[in-house]
């Protein structure tokens, strides 16, 4: 037996790490909802008011759009994260690293959606979860990087990994859209990551016209 088999035979397997991102994800996805928050019935002159309580309940919108974005942003990642260790043959020191880099990304994502819930007409509270998005993007374009120098993935097509490039590119570019557009109307910055459910049909069919 090599030194090199010896040596990824002491490391955790890939589904160690599977089973460790999804715990993660689904905590994550567990303390986004936190940022809810129910009236008071104290707030209500008169508790059993329809009106009054809806009222209230407008109030935390801001709250509920940043919790509801958020749940699919992390979903996203999740299938995607998937997608990508689905491939993966081996495992490497560096590869649990990268994931675990990942893993900040989302575990800190309750935090920074919490921030713009609150904060939805500050740019700045807008911008730190958009770059939030971004270095979740950026730490899954990494993983797979450090895959592919270290030969821990399985072979794809020229095409697979353009579609794959203009998929991330896409996403990329819709959330540095968002970080340019807070400053100018924060509501607007916040419509802009509704483009992250067609960025991914998009790069595709863009893909799919050039040559691979």
Not at 11 to 40: C, K, M
Request: hydrophobic fraction near 50%.
């Amino acid at each position: 037996m090599s030194t090199d088999t010896g040596f990824r035979d002491e490391l955790p397997g890939v589904d160690r790490l599977l089973t460790l991102s999804d715990g993660v994800v689904a905590i994550a996805i567990t303390l986004l909802v936190l940022q809810l928050n129910v009236p008071e019935p104290a707030k209500l002159t008169d508790p059993a008011s329809a009106s009054e309580l809806a009222t209230q309940l407008g109030k935390g919108a801001d709250s509920l759009i940043s919790y509801v974005i958020s749940f699919y942003v992390i979903a996203q990642f999740w299938l995607v994260h998937h997608r990508v260790f689905r491939r993966i043959t081996g495992q490497r020191e560096g590869l649990a690293w990268w994931n675990f880099a990942f893993l900040f990304t989302i575990t800190i994502m309750p935090f920074t959606s919490n921030l713009v819930g609150k904060f939805s007409a500050n740019p700045l509270a807008v911008d730190i979860f958009a770059v939030n998005l971004l270095l979740a993007i950026l730490a899954t374009h990494l993983t797979v990087t450090y895959g592919h120098r270290k030969n821990l993935l399985t072979a794809e097509s020229p095409r697979e990994m353009q579609v794959a490039q203009a998929r991330a590119a896409a996403s990329a570019f819709v959330i540095v859209l968002s970080i340019g557009i807070a400053w100018v109307n924060t509501g607007a910055a916040k419509y802009c990551w509704l483009l992250l459910a067609v960025a991914p049909q998009v790069a595709d069919r863009w893909s799919a016209r050039r040559p691979a």
